[in-house]
């Protein structure tokens, strides 16, 4: 692997930013997004406009994988920051989340949010747990079973947040 970067995404990057989210959401492993979501659903929901931002780590131009940063909530709630990440197949555990996080939690802190808080960490996704911990985000609450697993049954949801 050379040097990844992180930088924001293009309309030009969907088609490569695409497959990893398929086979993210297909999985039905770590998102609550629904499974049978067409290209052009996923498409509006990942790639942000302002206030949001989407990001893709790059490697040689391929996307390794992506993220997405947008108010938490309307309102009162604006000031918080929620993000999303996905890292495609062939690049887990080579840094790539870490590098994402790092950089959503930069791009958060500059537009002037002032927290950022994730809603629903599925607990068996103990990798995310772990790399978000390690970011600084803390549980704040817990979701008993929430998240319909496809192969574990129903478990819990994480709440976690970190100010900035």
């Not at 996905?86 to 802190?109: K, Y």
């Amino acid at each position: 692997m050379n040097e990844v970067t992180v930088r924001s995404a293009t309309d030009a990057d969907w088609p490569a930013i695409w497959p990893i989210v398929e086979v993210v959401v297909r999985a039905g492993e770590t998102y609550t997004y629904p499974r049978d979501l067409t290209q052009t659903q996923r498409r509006a929901i990942w790639m942000q406009t302002a206030p949001g931002i989407t990001l893709v780590a790059v490697d040689d131009d391929q996307v390794l994988g992506s993220a997405r940063v947008t108010p938490n909530q309307m309102g009162g709630g604006s000031h918080v920051a929620n993000a999303s990440f996905m890292v495609g197949p062939a690049a887990r555990g080579r840094g790539v989340g870490r590098l994402l996080c790092e950089a959503a939690l930069d791009q958060a802190r500059s537009a002037g949010f002032r927290a950022m808080q994730f809603n629903a960490v599925v607990e068996t996704n103990t990798v995310a747990v772990a790399l978000w911990k390690s970011l600084g985000f803390d549980i704040v609450g817990t979701v008993p079973e929430a998240f319909d697993h496809p192969t574990k049954g129903f478990v819990d949801l994480h709440i976690m947040h970190r100010r900035l």
